[in-house]
């Protein structure tokens, strides 16, 4: 589909709009902040549980929720709504399990909770290092979904115009960042959760309006131009072929279940409330938008391939990512139209709000752990807190330019796939480590460092050896073969070991848990008593 110069004109004038007033948010803020680590960090801990709600789910919904889910379902049916029901469930965990626990014993990044009551320096670089690289795999997604969007916009020819994008992209994140801190980012993600809400609340109502409102109705029709039938419905079509799609499918499942209560810039977001109490309502509120928004996915997806047709969706991107683009230019009256022109451009100015808002909020989770972790343990005599703040500043920049450099290498690969490695990375190395450091009394600095590394490089390992990079025409070099792992994603193998690593190290430890510290930091965790 070739976009028409009307289309072009009016979604460049809604991104320049949406980019002026968030570069607008982020001066005002860079006047009135103190400078300090504090501020630079969480903002002054001065964020109500609803503004916070609203910030979490920004920073959650992102172009592998609107674009790459969307897509998936588009294709697949059946098989890509699985992405949305693993992102929803996710969020059970991170409720149960840590959000109150975790506002409790830490200050700034991950590596505050695990270090409480360990030897800082190892456990600050293993967790630091981890909390990284799912950055950065995360960002690679976004950016991956900035270039399909704007390459739909240009007409789809332009690899030049994806290129342009990607740089642009990581550049403004680095503004974002470098000024306003997570004042500026927790408003950028609160104003994008409102604006993606109203898009997608609008498409889901028009899809449905289109169908009389009869689900049944919108089910068959989207298996009638599937080009798979009833297939389409049906559990199988991308996970069912054979034994190593459903262990796929298993370990895609793990990973986005449990690799949400390890991503970095979602762990960092309980800190920018004042209490525990505010950190768990924080997460009722983005429960209650999440969920309504990935039901509301599974509807466009399907809508897509029922309107639009599951081969034109993969003739405009492979990987479906502009599924949602082409569904809201057939609901609004299709080429030619006044409507398609404008629903069209809405849709792709809010996809790109919806970039650059989380962009900014995993480039700030990532120069935080990079200065307050990496740097601040490397050099713990000569750093200070305002030193610290100003190595944030410059982390930024250089995790932005190797994001955009591996964005485009990637460029070509399904925006959701990405994210689902990234979460296989978190829940590999950054989740045994939280959950033994808050259950297990007997936990060890070596257990703690073990866990990291043990799940780590496991999941960066068999991703280098599996389909995603080599040995298919899908691959990042198609033209090589030097995989022998046969899943798309490690968790499944992965993410035992990083449990497993854990509780090796620790029992094989000499070292005597401080029972001091560990009953201090059990207080701390379930009371809030002594939290910063």
């Given at each position: ?508 430890s000499g070292e005597i848990p401080d029972e001091a510290k560990n009953a201090e930091a059990e207080v701390r965790a379930l009371t809030g008593a002594g939290a910063v």
């Open positions: 589909m070739i976009v028409g110069g009307d289309q072009q004109t009016l979604a460049l004038l809604l991104f320049s709009a949406f980019v002026a007033a968030t570069l607008a948010i982020t001066t005002w803020v860079s006047r009135n902040r103190r400078g300090s680590a504090e501020e630079f960090y969480t903002g002054g801990r001065l964020f109500s549980p609803m503004e916070n709600g609203f910030a979490i789910a920004g920073d959650y919904m992102s172009a592998a929720s609107f674009l790459g889910i969307s897509g998936l379902i588009a294709l697949f049916g059946y098989d890509g709504m699985l992405y949305s029901v693993g992102f929803l469930v996710a969020w059970l965990v991170v409720l149960l399990l840590v959000a109150e626990l975790v506002r409790n014993c830490g200050r700034f990044t991950l590596a505050d909770v695990v270090a409480a009551r360990m030897s800082e320096r190892p456990v600050r670089i293993a967790a630091g290092t981890s909390s990284v690289t799912v950055s950065v795999l995360y960002l690679v997604a976004q950016m991956v979904g900035a270039g399909s969007l704007v390459a739909l916009l240009l007409g789809g020819t332009s690899d030049a115009a994806r290129s342009w994008t990607v740089i642009g992209v990581g550049a403004l994140m680095v503004v974002y960042v470098s000024l306003g801190g997570m004042r500026a980012t927790t408003w950028i993600q609160i104003v994008k959760a409102v604006l993606l809400m109203a898009g997608t609340i609008t498409l889901t109502v028009l899809v449905l309006l289109r169908f009389h409102g009869d689900i049944n109705l919108l089910l068959n029709s989207a298996a009638e131009h599937s080009g798979h039938g009833k297939e389409f419905l049906s559990p199988g079509l991308k996970y069912g072929g054979d034994w190593t799609a459903r262990f796929d499918f298993i370990s895609l499942g793990l990973a986005l279940v449990l690799g949400t209560a390890g991503l970095p810039h979602i762990l960092s977001r309980f800190y920018t409330v004042p209490t525990a109490r505010a950190a768990r309502r924080s997460v009722v509120w983005s429960i209650g938008l999440i969920g309504g928004f990935y039901l509301m996915t599974i509807v466009l997806g399907f809508g897509a391939a029922a309107l639009v047709g599951s081969a034109e969706v993969k003739a405009s991107n492979p990987a479906g990512n502009t599924a949602v683009a082409l569904l809201a230019y057939n609901l609004g009256g299709g080429a030619g139209s006044t409507g398609g022109t404008v629903l069209f451009a809405v849709v792709a100015a809010v996809a790109f709000a919806t970039i650059l808002a989380v962009v900014a909020g995993i480039t700030l989770a990532s120069s935080a752990s990079v200065a307050h972790d990496l740097y601040a343990s490397l050099r713990r005599r000569h750093a200070k807190r305002r030193g610290e703040v100003a190595v944030a500043r410059v982390a930024a920049v250089g995790i932005g330019a190797l994001a955009i450099a591996l964005g485009l290498l990637a460029r070509d690969l399904n925006v959701a796939f990405l994210v689902g490695l990234a979460f296989a990375v978190a829940a590999s190395a950054n989740l045994p480590v939280l959950l033994y450091s808050l259950f297990w009394r007997n936990f060890t600095t070596r257990g703690a460092v073990w866990s990291v590394y043990g799940g780590l490089v496991p999941a960066l390992f068999l991703v280098l050896v599996s389909p995603v990079v080599s040995g298919s025409p899908e691959s990042l070099f198609p033209g090589v073969d030097f995989q022998f792992f046969p899943l798309q994603n490690p968790g499944l193998v992965s993410i035992p070991l990083g449990f497993l690593a854990g509780w090796l190290g620790t029992v094989t």
